[in-house]
């Protein structure tokens, strides 16, 4: 049963912490003027947790008196207060409507505080952290629910991330600088969830991964397989028979010899090209190729060390063991990548007023969307392959995919940045120089490690 008292209205407010004492002062006369009117039982304020650009939190609740207040209530005073406090301070704010819930009260000598903050619990979830006021019982459901919600909730977070993220360039980016973050997955956790979601799309195979899980293809009968070829061997013969080319089962003079010859030149190159290119000769390194590096360099990559990492790698299976570990780098090159990028818009965007640290969130979006744009782009080529039908139609929609990534860099760029189209074009052109520059350096040294780790 619900308490005999109405619903809670709670508004949460940032302000710059230069105007925080003048803006307590004005909440808490808010509040005594509030608890004259006939629709608000109580209102109280209270410091919440700061926001991650060090505005001052501050929240302001009303009890209201029941449900039919709640109407007149947003109708009248809570939006006045709220555009007051916006007009007034500049400041930030949100609100919800919340319920005390008598079905999860504290039962007496319990802690009546908030399990992971230790506030005053009111209502169903705490006013400070927003965790749900419950008991230590979880169940099972509750944890399938939490692992899955955001995939299956039409309204979910990463469903509002996914749509702006892909269709609207930029679009994420400003409204995180705006202020604008808690509809949204955070910029880091959405970069991690779609590199991993393109990692696997792309390079797990389940045939091969867990191949113990699939029934192994059917060994083929070899006397079966050598009759088959004596009878295609024995059909050419008989054609070229027919056409005269050859009588019987002998070949005309003329054309043996020609063979003979064609076969000792054949052979002849082959060892004259594997005395030319011996193993030994290819993983040679000669101390005077090294003399141009810097000391640091020299010391480390020895010639010693450098040819036992070439006849690794020449080693069998050795090239398969360099593209396996590559693969594995790829993902923290791409990382190291991020803050060489956000380095790059710091000097593009001098007088931007941005910190760095938001420069880096423009190509954590960015990379994001790359990837989800990849994904895509293999599952619409896979199933283009698997229906003959669709693959005109695929093939179209993965070269369409293709323009649209410079253009969604140069459209996110705009949004985000605010220039006019002439200069964001002069930026845009250095900063794709610098990014293949950039990518090309951390894929080298991804390769180096690679190589090293064979």
């Known amino acids: 049963m619900l308490n005999s008292k109405g619903p809670i209205y709670e508004s949460t407010f940032y302000v710059d912490a230069d105007r925080a004492e003048e803006f307590d002062a004005w909440l808490a006369a808010h509040c005594e003027l509030a608890e004259d009117s006939r629709l608000i039982l109580a209102c109280r304020s209270f410091p919440i947790a700061n926001d991650a650009d060090g505005r001052i939190g501050r929240a302001c609740q009303y009890t209201l008196s029941d449900d039919d207040a709640v109407g007149p209530f947003l109708d009248g005073l809570g939006t006045d207060v709220e555009a007051e406090a916006e007009s007034r301070f500049d400041v930030l704010f949100s609100s919800r409507l919340l319920r005390e819930d008598h079905r999860h009260d504290t039962a007496p000598g319990e802690n009546p505080d908030c399990m992971n903050c230790g506030t005053r619990l009111r209502g169903q979830y ?22 899955f919600g955001d995939i299956f909730e039409l309204d979910s977070r990463l469903w509002r991330t996914l749509v702006p993220l892909l269709f609207r360039p930029g679009k994420l980016t400003a409204d995180y600088l705006a202020g604008r973050r808690a509809r949204f997955m955070p910029p880091f956790r959405t970069y991690l969830v779609l590199s991993l ?15 113990f899980l699939f029934e192994p293809p059917p060994e083929t009968d070899l006397a079966t397989q050598e009759a088959d070829d004596r009878d295609t061997a024995q059909e050419i013969l008989d ?45 040679t390194v000669d101390s005077e190729d090294l003399a141009s590096l810097p000391d640091w360099f020299k010391k480390r990559l020895t010639p010693e060390r450098l040819q036992h990492v070439c006849e690794r790698i020449q080693a069998p299976d050795g090239e398969n063991a360099l593209l396996e570990n590559l693969l594995d780098n790829v993902p923290a090159a791409l990382i190291i990548l991020l803050p060489i990028m956000g380095l790059v818009l710091l000097i593009l965007y001098p007088l931007s007023r941005h910190y760095y640290v938001e420069h880096l969130l423009f190509f954590v979006h960015f990379h994001a969307f790359f990837f989800l744009l990849l994904t895509i782009q293999i599952l619409l080529s896979r199933l283009g392959a ?41 930026k845009y052109i250095a900063l794709v120089v610098a990014y293949f520059f950039g990518f090309g350096v951390t894929m080298l040294g991804a390769l180096a490690i690679a190589a090293f780790s064979v």
């Open 126 to 147: 705490c006013g400070t952290c927003g965790q749900k006021a419950r008991g230590r019982m979880i169940r099972l459901w509750e944890l399938i629910s939490d692992a």
């Open 197 to 211: 979601l393109f990692f696997v799309v792309a390079f797990f195979d389940p045939r091969t991964d867990f191949a």
């Open 239 to 283: 054609e070229l028979e027919e056409n005269g080319v050859i009588a019987g089962d002998k070949l005309p003079p003329k054309a043996a010899q020609e063979i003979a010859d064609a076969n000792a030149k054949l052979k002849a190159f082959n060892i004259q090209v594997n005395q030319d290119h011996t193993d030994e000769d290819e993983c």
């Open 386 to 426: 698997a229906v003959a039908a669709l693959e005109t139609p695929m093939d179209i929609a993965v070269a369409a995919g293709s323009l649209y990534l410079p253009v969604y860099l140069f459209m996110a760029m705009r949004r985000v940045y605010g220039q006019g189209r002439i200069v964001t074009f002069l």
